[in-house]
C-alpha cells in the first residue's frame, strides 16, 4: 500500500503519516516544507517532496498511491496528482477545490454554501463516474463509533 500526504507538516497531515505508516503498513509520501522535513520523516515518511520547489507538482514521479490525502486543497494538486492514483485508488481531501487559507478568504455562510454546492456537484460527477476517485471528507461523516478507535491508536502513541 501506498499513501500520499500533502500538507504533511501540518495539524491533521502529522496524524495522517502516523495513520499511513503506523497503522496502516504504507509507503508514504508526504509534501511540507523544507524546513518540516526533519519532522515529516520522524513521524514516518519515506518519502518528503518540498511543496516550495517549483516542480513540486510534478514531483511524485513514478509511485502510484492507493490513497491522497489532500489537506491542503486546492483543485491543482487534484489536476497534478490524480494521474498518480491506482485505478482502484482514492484522492480525499478534507478542503475543498479551494485553499481557504492561502487566499485570506473567510470562511462566511456564502463561502460555506459554496463549499457544500462543490462538494455535491463532484459527487453527482462521481456517481456519473467522471470522477469517481475525488471525494470531499466533511465532519458530517465521523462516526462516533470510530472516536474510541481514534483514542486507542492515540494511547499506543
Known amino acids: 500500500k501506498s499513501a500520499l500526504v500533502l500538507g504533511g507538516s501540518g495539524g491533521v497531515g502529522t496524524f495522517a503519516v502516523q495513520l499511513a505508516k503506523n497503522h496502516f503498513g504504507c509507503y508514504v509520501v508526504a509534501s511540507c516544507s523544507f524546513g518540516n522535513a526533519q519532522l515529516v520523516r520522524a513521524l514516518g515518511a519515506d518519502e518528503v517532496l518540498d511543496y516550495t520547489d517549483p516542480g513540486?507538482?510534478?514531483?511524485?514521479?513514478?509511485?502510484?498511491?492507493?490513497?491522497?490525502?489532500?489537506?491542503?486543497?486546492?483543485?491543482?494538486?487534484?489536476?497534478?496528482?490524480?494521474?498518480?492514483?491506482?485505478?482502484?485508488?482514492?484522492?480525499?481531501?478534507?478542503?475543498?477545490?479551494?485553499?481557504?487559507?492561502?487566499?485570506?478568504?473567510?470562511?462566511?455562510?456564502?463561502?460555506?454554501?459554496?463549499?457544500?454546492?462543490?462538494?455535491?456537484?463532484?459527487?453527482?460527477?462521481?456517481r456519473m463516474g467522471a470522477q469517481e476517485n475525488y471525494h470531499i471528507l466533511t465532519g458530517s461523516q465521523v462516526k462516533s463509533e470510530d472516536l474510541p478507535i481514534v483514542a486507542s491508536l492515540l494511547e499506543q502513541g
Do not use: E
Open 56 to 126: 513540486f507538482l510534478h514531483s511524485a514521479g513514478l509511485t502510484k498511491f492507493d490513497v491522497i490525502v489532500d489537506c491542503v486543497g486546492g483543485d491543482d494538486y487534484w489536476q497534478a496528482f490524480k494521474g498518480t492514483l491506482k485505478p482502484d485508488g482514492v484522492f480525499v481531501t478534507l478542503v475543498g477545490n479551494k485553499r481557504y487559507l492561502a487566499d485570506d478568504m473567510s470562511l462566511d455562510y456564502g463561502n460555506a454554501l459554496q463549499i457544500k454546492a462543490d462538494y455535491f456537484w463532484r459527487q453527482i460527477k462521481n
